[in-house]
């Protein structure tokens, strides 16, 4: 399945790197790069979407208030 997030080569090439300095840092294990691409495919596709619509739900509330206040100006 096609991931919904698109990337740059360069940008998923440094999320890759970064994958794998976690992984050597944290749990002092190396892993390739295909298992560091393969993980980085799992995060966009399963958790990205979450993130992103806690995030969109969050500016709704924000822009909301911000209406409300807005409204209370009236005369």
Known sequence: MKPRFEFTK??????????????LEER???I???A????LEFFMEKLAPIFYNQGVED????ISQKLD???EIQK
């Open 69 to 71: 206040d807005l409204f």
């Open 32 to 34: 390739g790069n295909l």
């Open 10 to 23: 360069e940008q998923k090439d440094e999320m890759v790197q970064m994958i794998q300095v976690y992984y």
């Open 59 to 62: 500016s709704h509330q924000y």
């Open 36 to 39: 560091a691409m393969l993980l």
């Open 28 to 30: 002092n294990e190396e």
